[in-house]
């Protein structure tokens, strides 16, 4: 089992299999999760909501997420998607208008207790941007940066070449290692950035719209490595792609916006969260619905 990022080992909560779906997330409500046979939660996500400054982003976000499936988050624009999937990995720290309330656990551990380390935080919770973001450098030293800065121990040859593998790139780049990863088509590069966050071994991969910027024969293999990975990674994915989330993902959270009491303001709120075919086959919300068949959106 993972380490957790305070290097205490702590137990993942299990989930029976006569938990049923769960809908909307507001405070205070018994959380309900999906039948699934007996499943570990890697997140437990407790009302969780985030500021940036005076404004409120999301909020009372609460739901589970769990050990190698692929979750979709899904919702209109600006519903607050991305920012929730950079709380999972303390992205949010780096944004100094950002405050986090709500606890976030990972394997038991609060990731926003003052005795963890948000470094090691992202080492355990990689994470894979909406445009692909090469570092200006060979395709070996791309993937061989992050193993060296946190000083991993082992051949770096082996660390590159197992990298590239679970990328799916190995066979493409193995003849051309030392050449610049700005040659690479678009979903190359892609690929080469999973595999960069698959480098330094984490056991959960957040993934902020990676196909949005490729082509369709790219976003295929990208949706085919997705699939591989979730035998050994647990992937959280935002995405705008309904066909997308529909083919990749097991579970899928709809995030929509709402007004603020006042009127004045917007925040994300998580209408539904269950099994991705209940979602788009037999939504519990009508504004699911609405959503998932195109009727808004």
């Not at 780096?94 to 986090?100: G, R, T």
Request: hydrophobic share 35%; with cysteine.
């Amino acid at each position: 089992m993972a380490q957790n990022p305070a290097n205490v080992e702590s137990e993942p909560k299990p989930v029976s299999a006569e938990e049923t779906a769960r809908t909307a997330t507001t405070p205070g409500e018994s959380r309900i999760t999906p039948a699934a046979g007996s499943r570990q939660a890697i997140f437990d996500v407790d009302d969780v909501s985030v500021h940036y400054g005076e404004k409120l982003a999301i909020r009372n976000v609460t739901l589970d997420l769990y050990e190698n499936e692929i979750t979709a988050l899904i919702g209109p624009s600006g519903c607050g998607k991305s920012t929730f999937i950079r709380c999972l990995n303390r992205m949010n720290d780096l944004i100094p208008s950002a405050k986090v309330a709500g606890s976030i656990g990972y394997h038991g551990e609060n990731l926003y207790a003052e005795n963890i380390d948000p470094v090691q935080v992202r080492k355990r919770i990689g994470m894979v941007f909406q445009k692909p973001n090469p570092f200006p450098k060979s395709i070996y030293d791309n993937i061989a940066f992050g193993p060296r800065v946190m000083g991993m121990k082992g051949n770096m040859d082996e660390i590159v070449e197992s990298a590239l593998r679970r990328g799916a790139l190995w066979d493409e780049v193995k003849d051309r290692m030392q050449t610049n990863a700005f040659g690479m088509s678009g979903g190359q590069q892609q690929r080469l950035c999973i595999a960069r966050a698959l480098a330094t071994s984490p056991d959960v991969l957040l993934m902020d719209e990676p196909c949005s910027a490729l082509d369709p024969i790219s976003t295929g293999r990208i949706e085919d490595l997705m699939d591989e990975l979730k035998k050994d990674y647990s992937i959280v994915i935002v995405t705008h792609n309904m066909q997308q989330a529909a083919r990749v993902s097991d579970m899928t959270a709809f995030f929509t916006v709402e007004l603020s009491e006042d009127g004045k303001d917007r925040n994300g709120v998580v209408v539904e969260y269950a099994p991705t075919d209940k979602v788009f086959t037999n939504p519990e919300d009508k504004r699911t619905e609405d959503y998932v068949t195109g009727k808004v959106g």
